[in-house]
């Protein structure tokens, strides 16, 4: 079995560390892959969207072909899991900023999203978290994060931060607002592999 990661740009090796620590902890052998063009979404049982800069991250995904790729996976309900740059990616629609840089989105997940939700680079923050698929609050890292504005009626809200939507969850598909792979909680990394290995 493998989980891909994608890795054109962005935080990439956080996240395979993770993933590769919660393996361990569960005593599960699945080989944790880094996913740099086309041909291996389709080998994948499950993917994960990093953060990043959303706009390179689009553009990359289309021209290296992997974009179809994941739009693919996701109709398969292959398990998909988009932090900050990866929830603006996986959205059906964004805001004035994602239509100015003609930012071609997954468009697989109901959400609407606001690119800076939480401001710039220099905004960013830490803050406890309360999730409603974990029993206590999650440490959540911030950096020039993404917030969802509103989502259709088939998206689960999990959890929200001053009125913005931070984390939800579409059948198949888990968006983040935050890094939860710079933290040593491992506990989403585990409710996202829940998802792979069921």
């Given at each position: ?105 997954l468009g697989i ?89 069921n």
């Amino acid at each position: 079995m493998k989980i891909g990661v994608i890795a054109i740009q962005g935080a990439v090796s956080e996240h395979v560390d993770a993933l590769r620590r919660a393996l361990k902890e569960r005593g599960v052998e699945a080989e944790v892959v880094e996913i740099k063009h086309k041909g291996i979404v389709p080998e994948c049982s499950g993917i994960v969207i990093p953060g990043g800069e959303s706009t390179t991250l689009c553009r990359l995904l289309a021209r290296e072909g992997i974009a179809e790729e994941i739009k693919e996976a996701a109709a398969k309900g292959v398990p998909i899991l988009g932090t900050c740059a990866g929830l603006i990616v996986i959205a059906k629609e964004g805001d004035r900023q994602v239509e100015k840089t003609g930012q071609e989105l997954l468009g697989i997940m109901d959400t609407r999203v606001n690119r800076n939700a939480f401001g710039r680079q220099r905004d960013s923050f830490e803050a406890e978290l309360e999730l409603s698929i974990l029993d206590s609050p999650f440490t959540g890292v911030f950096i020039r994060a993404p917030g969802i504005v509103s989502c259709g009626p088939g998206v689960k809200v999990l959890s929200r931060l001053e009125g913005m939507i931070i984390a939800a969850e579409q059948g198949n598909l888990l968006a983040l607002a935050f890094h939860p792979e710079l933290t040593d909680d491992l506990r989403i990394h585990q409710y996202f592999l829940d998802k792979v290995f069921n």
